[in-house]
């Protein structure tokens, strides 16, 4: 806490006490200047640290997307390929990793069903009356083989209502109820779960419960035959479990929704480097970021006290300058482009960025797309460089957590040695203040003896002449 200056403070002596000691405060607070100067310079870096971190992080997604994607359903930036689909509706289609560019003819010659068993129960049975007490039923699905998992159903509530819901509720046993009423009767239909000859009831087996299997399951018959889907692609026959045929042309899903055997479609797949392009784009304008915020941060032209570059002759911004560019070196043994700058993606040898011909690059994608994508996505590739080098500067223990704990516990001894100066100087000047409040009341007293004792004199002197 300040010590309060006492404005009366020389009011006995004249002395200028006040003024002297706000002097003396300013002398003594001289320090404290000098240490928020090292402490806003300190700040100043470790913002520096904070955002070029935060750049780096970006420059690592960048590199990320280059690379193969973590997960099989992900598209790879490289090799991208669109498909299209003309002949009117019916058909539409996708494309994936692995898709090659070409064109195919394509007829839905029918499509994938369900089975279905169904049959009317009788009249008076009440559907929600229980059947006898306990009992399972076993579904078999033509697909099954020996390993598959039992498809059992344990029966707990045993009306017709409770044995619908415990089969909609189990999803592992591939089948669906319901319960349609025509008016006179109730019929139960089951469906099975998904589409094809491999998913179709092929039996129900009921155990420990007569009632429900007399009363219920035996009543049902096959009333619709699952049926796989055909598909004539370039005059090969397909046979599809599923409406979306997946992989029959590699990397192209196909979703079939209208059968026709004399309606051929036309689907086209082509090359698509615009999503590349975009990704390359944006791995060069963030590496790009770096540079221009390192040139910003460490700046030696910057002359001005109050706007000093924080980071210039810094130890981090140099080796993170020094580092991003070894992501650059991949060669390649073989190939028409064997380099980035190859295939038109340059270094500007005055500014250091880089820079892309687009004009090249399409070319190299368009040509030889194979060396392009080495150049990214090899095991030594841009990506991959990318990728362990951002993640040893960005980890726990890397470049950027060393140089901000450092900096860190700068500023927090920074701050304790303000504190404790602090502390002094009220010290001080509280010591300061008791010695001028003394030194007034002695100049006090001194005058006000001096002036009696020069009154007494003159008192004399005056009784002497008389």
Do not use: C, W
């Not at 580092?323 to 043994?333: G, M, S």
């Amino acid at each position: 806490m300040a010590t309060a200056i006492n404005s009366n403070l020389g009011a006995g002596s004249g002395l200028p006490l006040t003024e002297t000691l706000a002097k003396l405060r300013t002398v003594e607070e001289a320090p404290l200047a000098l240490l928020a100067k090292q402490y806003q310079r300190n700040k100043s870096k470790l913002d520096a640290y904070n955002t070029l971190r935060n750049t780096v992080a970006s420059f690592q997604n960048a590199g990320n997307a280059l690379a193969k994607p973590l997960l099989s359903s992900d598209k790879n930036l490289f090799g991208a390929t669109t498909a299209k689909v003309t002949g009117g509706e019916g058909l539409t289609a996708t494309t994936g990793n692995g898709a090659i560019a070409g064109q195919y003819s394509v007829t839905i010659q029918s499509l994938a069903t369900r089975g279905v068993r169904s049959g009317a129960l009788d009249s008076d049975l009440d559907r929600y009356a229980q059947l006898g007490t306990g009992g399972t039923v076993t579904f078999k699905l033509k697909g099954d083989t020996a390993d598959t998992k039992p498809r059992t159903l344990e029966l707990n509530d045993t009306s017709l209502e409770g044995i619908v819901r415990a089969i909609n509720d189990d999803k592992n046993l591939g089948v669906r109820a319901t319960i349609i009423n025509d008016g006179t009767s109730r019929h139960l239909q089951l469906t099975a779960g998904d589409t094809g000859v491999n998913a179709d009831i092929d039996s129900i087996t009921v155990t420990g419960n007569d009632d429900v299997k007399t009363q219920i399951f035996d009543k049902l018959t096959n009333t619709q035959a699952a049926v796989n889907a055909s598909v004539k692609i370039n005059d090969i026959v397909v046979s599809s479990g599923s409406n979306t045929v997946e992989d029959a042309i590699q990397g192209i899903t196909l979703n079939l929704t209208a059968a026709d055997p004399s309606k051929a479609y036309t689907l086209d797949v082509a090359d698509d480097t615009k999503a590349t392009l975009e990704g390359i784009r944006a791995f060069v304008t963030s590496y790009n970021a770096i540079l221009s915020q390192i040139g910003v941060y460490t700046d030696y032209t910057t002359k001005s006290e109050s706007n000093t570059a924080p980071l210039n002759g810094d130890y981090l911004a140099r080796s993170v300058q020094s580092r991003i560019r070894e992501t650059l070196t991949p060669v390649l043994d073989s190939g028409d482009y064997r380099t980035l700058s190859g295939m038109g993606i340059t270094t500007n040898f005055k500014t250091g960025q880089l820079e892309i011909d687009e004009t090249l690059l399409a070319t190299a994608l368009r040509e030889r797309p194979g060396d392009v994508t080495a150049i990214f996505q090899g095991e030594t590739g841009v990506a991959a460089k990318t990728k362990a080098i951002t993640e040893e500067m960005l980890r726990t223990d890397g470049l950027f957590y060393n140089g901000r704990t450092s900096l860190e516990r700068t500023q927090t001894g920074l701050e304790q040695q303000d504190e404790q100066l602090r502390a002094r100087i009220e010290d001080t000047m509280a010591r300061y203040t008791a010695r001028f409040v003394a030194l007034d009341v002695l100049v006090a007293q001194m005058s006000s003896t001096s002036s009696y004792l020069t009154s007494q004199i003159s008192v004399l002197n005056g009784t002497k002449n008389s």
